[in-house]
């Protein structure tokens, strides 16, 4: 669910799916499904290099790279413990995440932290930390969002985090804010279901070419703003409010902060 409060009002919902992957787990999930692959070609791929990765670290796993940015954020996560990433996976070879979301845990299963990684069109992607449970199973951070998400989107507001640890349910809300006030609320829910050929084949037909179809309708609803004479956004405008960016686009690279 989007909606957008100001300048003017906007609202759509839509379903899809998204995996919920085990980063110890990946090569094991692949076996088991001849269309889904790790790091090679197939109908649907997971490919450690489209999500985080650190300079210096682009040979290495994502696991790896998530536990290393942690410790670059004065965060030791343990040798045993475990990692769910909720993302979408590449689609015959097309990736477009416009957010993923890791939940770190102990062996035990108590949640440590968790990481919101936001993308957008211009292949840019930055990683939002939570340092620690906000409640049982939740996290929650307000923090400035000095990031490029879209051209009907200001820079210098704030983003609030509301995120439950998945069990049965996905429960995670997003919105940007001006100091108190709400300018777009955003809600991601859903059910789990069992990830197995038999399902992700049924959800083939049922959620066809997924991330174009996540692309095609942001395309679309960005239209529908322009056509509504929201106020525009350059990227390149403003490069002091774009900060801590992995894969920085060209109009703003050597001009962060």
């Known amino acids: 669910m989007h909606h957008r409060l100001a300048p003017k009002e906007h609202h759509f919902r839509y379903r899809i799916f998204m995996l919920a992957l085990d ?85 035990a299963g108590a949640p440590l932290c968790a990481v919101v990684q936001v993308g957008n069109t211009f292949r840019e992607m930055k990683p939002y930390l939570l340092r620690e449970p906000s409640g049982e199973n939740a996290f929650r951070l307000t923090t400035p969002k000095h990031f490029y998400v879209s051209p009907f989107s200001a820079l210098d507001l704030d983003f609030d985090f509301k995120l439950r640890v998945p069990g049965e349910r996905l429960d995670i809300h997003i919105d940007d804010r001006e100091g108190a006030r709400a300018i777009l609320v955003t809600a991601l829910t859903g059910e789990r279901a069992p990830l197995t050929a038999a399902r992700l084949a049924w959800f083939t037909l049922k959620y066809p070419l997924i991330t174009l179809r996540v692309i095609g309708l942001i395309h679309w609803h960005a239209f529908l703003l322009w056509a509504k004479r929201l106020p525009f956004h350059r990227k390149a405008a403003n490069p002091d409010l774009q900060r801590a960016v992995f894969n920085p686009h060209a109009s703003i690279a050597g001009k962060m902060p």
């Not at 980063?23 to 109908?43: H, K, T």
């Not at 210096?56 to 475990?82: C, M, S, W």
């Open 23 to 107: 980063l110890d787990e990946l090569d094991a999930v692949a076996a088991l499904i001849p269309f889904l692959s790790r790091n090679r070609r197939n109908l649907y791929e997971f490919r450690d290099r489209d999500h985080l990765t650190l300079p210096g670290f682009e040979h290495a796993t994502l696991k790896e790279n998530l536990v290393e940015y942690l410790a670059q954020n004065g965060i030791r996560f343990p040798a045993d413990g475990r990692i769910t990433l909720v993302t979408l996976p590449r689609v015959f070879g097309y990736i477009f995440n416009p957010v993923s979301f890791y939940f770190c845990a102990d062996a």
